[in-house]
Nanobody
Framework: QVQLVESGGGSVQAGGSLKLSCAVF????????MGWFRQAPGKEREGVAT????????YDLDSVKGRFTISRDNAKGTVYLQMNSLKPEDTAMYYC??????????????????WGQGTQVTVSS
């Protein structure tokens, strides 16, 4: 079993930055793919960024390219999402997700087996 715990959400003004963390517990060796998703009220959950653990390849949603960066600390087993130049439209609940299979590119939510509880990000104009 795998447990994911997100932290780092909060409220910022447009143009500000936040860094989300996702701590991974349990059978971490089984995880090959980690992703960050977000869901705004009334909208579908969408993938924001993905990292393929074995070679650290990363993939991003077009609307966050150049602003968001996904990374992983191997020693801690923690995955991060650095978010810069935040916009009001980035406001959403952000979720960390993990899959045991490989990932090359962005995959929808059904691809991921494990999910965190979410952390709220609110960006004001």
């Amino acid at each position: 079993q795998v447990q994911l715990v997100e932290s780092g959400g909060g409220s910022v003004q447009a143009g500000g930055s936040l860094k989300l963390s996702c701590a991974v517990f349990g059978y971490t060796y089984s995880i090959n793919c980690m992703g960050w998703f977000r869901q705004a009220p009334g909208k579908e959950r969408e993938g924001v960024a993905t990292i393929y653990i074995p070679d650290k390849s990363t993939y991003d949603l077009d609307s966050v390219k150049g602003r968001f960066t996904i990374s992983r600390d191997n020693a801690k087993g923690t995955v991060y999402l650095q978010m810069n130049s935040l916009k009001p439209e980035d406001t959403a609940m952000y979720y960390c997700a993990a899959a045991t299979t490989a990932c090359r590119g962005m995959w929808p939510r059904w691809y991921y087996r494990y999910w965190g509880q979410g952390t709220q990000v609110t960006v004001s104009s």
